[in-house]
């Protein structure tokens, strides 16, 4: 299975990416998971891209591009992978088509949450700086506080949660990621599922586009 989720920031990608790369038995491989693993380590490709990612800017495609593809061909990708965050431009959607061809991409799952939603999701957004497994402070808190469920990671607020970067990033998602909806439905392999849904009822969405 070769899967895009797509969805503007906040959608529930991340939330979601676990129990179906799980399902699926493919990796989940979120850019901004890999991005911020590299500004952790304080890699120069984690340097350069702190200082868009900070201001809820796109990290240039090319830096972005080669991190990614890199990541595909690792073994684990052979069977297909689950990708989260990429591609976000024509440029990478159109890199990803070149490195998967003649095969592409089999389904693109786009998550839609209106932008009123948005800000309130990531505002209150918690994440494990261990496995960066998403929370939130109301709508889905974790069992002990400031823990992560699943690693025991201690839980801290990105720092394009605050306020002006999501705004930037909510924006910069409308002007350069939404018009690649358009590009998935004309090559056939776009699904819409309703991210409005509790975090359960999009799971159960999800999965059932998958069965089909
Ligand atoms: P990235 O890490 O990809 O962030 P994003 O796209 O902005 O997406 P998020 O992770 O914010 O949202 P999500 O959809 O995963 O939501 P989540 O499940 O966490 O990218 C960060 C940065 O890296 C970018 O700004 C850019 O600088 C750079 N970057 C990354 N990829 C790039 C690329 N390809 N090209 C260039 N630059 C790139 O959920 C959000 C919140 O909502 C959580 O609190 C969660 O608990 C809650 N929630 C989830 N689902 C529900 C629900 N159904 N109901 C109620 N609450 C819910
Ligand atoms: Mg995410």
Do not use: W
């Not at 979601?16 to 038995?25: E, F």
């Not at 991005?35 to 090319?62: F, N, W």
């Not at 991409?105 to 309130?120: K, R, S, T």
């Not at 392999?189 to 159960?204: A, F, M, N, T």
């Amino acid at each position: 299975m070769r899967i895009v989720l797509m969805g503007p920031p906040g959608a529930g990608k991340g939330t979601q990416a676990a129990a179906i790369a799980g399902h699926l038995g493919v990796p989940h491989i979120a850019s901004g998971n890999l991005l911020r693993e590299h500004r952790a380590s304080g890699t120069p490709l984690g340097k350069q891209a702190g200082s868009y990612m900070e201001k809820g800017l796109l990290v240039p495609d090319q830096v972005v591009i080669n991190m990614v593809l890199k990541r595909l061909r690792r073994d684990d990708c052979q069977r297909g992978f689950l990708l989260d965050g990429f591609p976000r431009t024509g440029e990478q959607a159109e890199a990803l088509d070149k490195a998967l061809a003649p095969r592409g991409v089999q389904l693109a799952l786009n998550i839609a949450v209106p932008a009123d939603e948005l800000v309130h999701r990531l505002t209150g957004r918690l994440t494990c700086r261990s496995c960066q497994t998403p929370y939130h402070q109301v709508t889905n808190p974790p069992k002990a506080p400031g823990r992560c469920d699943l690693c025991g990671g201690e839980l801290f607020q990105r720092d394009d949660d605050k306020p002006e970067p999501v705004r930037k990033r909510v924006e910069v998602y409308e002007r350069q990621t939404a018009p690649l909806v358009a590009y998935y439905r004309r090559k056939g392999v776009l699904r819409q599922v309703d991210g409005k849904q509790s975090i359960q009822k999009v799971q159960e969405e999800v999965l059932s586009k998958l069965a089909r």
